[in-house]
């Protein structure tokens, strides 16, 4: 008798969990897509405002690499860089354009890693809190790259798929 009780939670649960992800899986894409396009925009606009906490970084790394750009044209054309990466990833099939714009945002990114170690690092291998922001965006990438793959190899299913269907009806 016990058992049948088990066995119908266990039932019962599973089916529940099932469930629980089919629905992770149905949102997962808008909200990956929603998520990048807030943060990418958000953080481009307060880069615009000369709000960033990055603000500090942004212009070290300015001053040792882009010094001949004036600042104010500087900061918001990164700024307005990041917020057209943003604003491309919430159209699906363009997420290609936003990754190649995100390389050099990313070197750009990382450079103080290795080019400005005093700002980002409090001994080897433990990053200070600016440290800690750049390499967030590890994560960054990584919702970018799967983003872009998921929507690409999405879209080939679509094409072999419609292919499929015109060749069947000739």
């Known amino acids: ?27 997962s894409l808008p909200v990956s897509r929603f998520s990048f396009f807030l943060v ?30 004036p600042w104010n044209v500087f900061i918001l054309l990164f700024g307005v860089y990041d917020c057209i990466i943003g604003i491309i990833f919430l159209f699906p099939g363009k997420e290609k354009w936003a990754l190649y ?14 080019l400005l170690p005093g700002l980002v690092w409090k001994s080897f291998f433990v990053p200070n809190l600016i440290g800690q922001y750049i390499i967030k965006n590890l994560v960054i990438i990584a919702l970018a790259i799967f983003i872009a793959s998921y929507e690409e190899e999405h879209r080939e299913h679509r094409l072999l798929n419609q292919k499929g269907k015109s060749g069947s009806l000739t």
Request: proline residues 4%.
């Open 1 to 27: 008798m016990s058992e049948g009780i088990f066995s119908r939670f266990n039932h019962s649960r599973i089916a529940k969990e099932n469930a629980f992800f089919l629905f992770l899986r149905r949102i």
């Open 40 to 69: 990418f925009f958000w953080f481009g606009i307060l880069k615009m405002m000369e709000l960033s906490p990055a603000h500090g970084v942004v212009h070290t790394i300015y001053q040792h690499t882009a010094w001949f750009i």
């Open 101 to 114: 714009m995100l390389i050099p945002h990313a070197i750009t990114t990382f450079a103080p890693l290795v």
